[in-house]
């Protein structure tokens, strides 16, 4: 199936929608899936729509890459804002969100944030085999997506364009390929932008992600807060003169600039794109993904293999275990130091009365309790946890605080945590 031409487009979010609404040019949104509600989808994405501004899901929690196989009901919940948006495709990542459980008889941790899978063949297996799941499991053709990456596995067997050149010939998968993140893995890892490009098959290329970053240190951050750089665009021009790419996206979560600096970057992008000179024309067809009747499976072995060095190396970020052998202890530690600012920054999005209660011991109280516990559950999940963990220890920062902070506790979670005993005697 010949995906449509979906041109310019922007991340839809909640923060600049009027600007949105507003904007030239704009030929498609992009919405991240586990943020809409298909029965209540927000009035300024019906307008766009009513407009005929095509809406793409991009999903973040499916975890395609890890060892188990994809949650069914994460499949149906995404396949349900397909048709709610009526989107012509949907959209995921090539990492892994969370490991442990069963599979491994270690404890199920969340990583709260993609993580990359290693570049070898048992990982390759693992990802095609979820990708064809779920490819049986949505209405509409899925793509998927390089990610940046701080840490690199040690003995890949593959390059990143040559992990991603076997995935679509196996699987008949479209990619979404970001080249904010090609610059990451660039300077994060010393990895040839240009090389990726040569490598992979660009006739997959369903639509491209462009966004900016910041470098703290040495290490490139994938920010999606901050400015285009010229070296993402550079990357965005040579891929341009390699393939007329279907779509191009600029992507925006944090630090929203005013409307006329977001409409600056996509003449930019636009530039870029023209600046590259469409190369081919990048309709021909990937594979046709196989039948729903002839997926096959693999075996439970290969899973367990790939499922054992994950957890390893998500308790190893998450819960303070030792560094897995091979990896770079300085650049594992920056890596669990930016989950959990990503994890603070998130609880502070969905639960914004906490650091409104909290004030500015939120941050120093979260990042505290994120050590010492590792998220097992969602961003919701985690904000009840944190909440309840201060109340019952009694480290909310006065009596006025504590009472705000418990009625909001329990106005979504029931019962009231029970300090410990030697608090309650104090």
């Known amino acids: 199936m010949t995906l449509q031409r979906l041109g310019t487009g922007i991340g839809w979010r909640p923060e600049i929608a009027d600007a949105v609404e507003r904007m030239p040019g704009i030929d498609w949104v992009e919405v991240v899936a586990e943020n809409t509600c298909p029965g209540h989808l927000p009035e300024s994405l019906r307008r766009l729509r009513e407009r005929g501004v095509t809406v ?32 012509p495709l949907v959209t995921e990542h090539i990492a892994f969100v969370r490991a442990g459980g069963p599979l491994t008889a270690s404890p199920a941790l969340e990583a709260g944030h993609l993580l990359p899978v290693p570049r070898t063949r048992d ?20 793509a998927v997506e390089n990610i940046a990456a701080l840490i690199a596995w040690p003995g890949e067997e593959m390059t990143e364009g040559q992990f991603l050149y076997d995935l ?14 090609l610059h990451t893995n660039h300077v994060n890892r010393g990895e040839d932008p240009a090389k990726a490009l040569a490598e992979l098959p660009v006739e997959a290329i369903a639509y491209v992600h462009v ?3 910041v470098e703290r240190d040495g290490v490139w951050h994938d920010s999606h807060a901050h400015p285009v750089p010229p070296a993402v665009l550079d990357i965005l021009t040579d891929l341009a003169s390699r393939v007329a790419p279907p779509g191009v996206l600029l992507e925006r979560d944090d630090l929203f600039p005013e409307p006329a600096e977001l409409e600056r970057e996509l003449g930019a992008i636009r530039a870029a794109v023209a ?5 081919a024309d990048g ?10 009747a002839e997926i096959p499976d693999i075996a439970d072995a290969t899973r367990q293999r790939v499922g054992l060095a994950q957890a390893a190396v998500l308790s190893s970020l998450v819960a303070g ?38 004030g500015t011991a939120y941050r120093e109280a979260f990042l505290a309790y994120a050590q010492r516990r ?3 559950g969602g961003y919701r999940r985690d904000a009840l946890d944190f909440a309840a963990e201060l109340l019952r220890e009694g480290r909310t920062g006065g009596s006025g605080t504590h009472r705000r902070l418990r009625a909001w506790w329990l106005q979504r979670s029931g019962p009231a945590p029970r300090r410990r005993a030697l608090l309650r005697r104090a």
């Open 56 to 87: 793409v899901p991009h999903g973040v929690a499916l975890g395609l890459g890890g060892a188990d196989r994809p949650d069914e009901e994460r499949l149906a919940a995404l396949a349900e804002r397909v048709a709610a948006l009526g989107a």
């Open 283 to 292: 309709r021909s067809e990937p594979p046709a993904p196989p039948a729903a």
């Open 275 to 279: 600046a590259g000179g469409g190369g």
């Open 168 to 181: 679509v010939d196996r699987t008949g998968v479209r990619l979404l390929i970001d080249v904010a993140n």
């Open 123 to 142: 990982a390759l297996d693992v990802l095609c085999a979820n990708i064809r799941i779920a490819q049986a499991a949505l209405p509409v053709p899925l």
């Open 374 to 376: 590792p998220m097992t």
């Open 321 to 358: 275990t030792p560094v897995p052998e091979g990896f770079d202890r300085v650049r594992m530690g920056v890596q669990a130091r930016a989950l959990a600012a990503k994890r603070a920054d998130v609880v502070a999005k969905v639960a914004p009365e906490l650091p409104e209660i909290l």
């Open 211 to 213: 966004a900016g970053g």
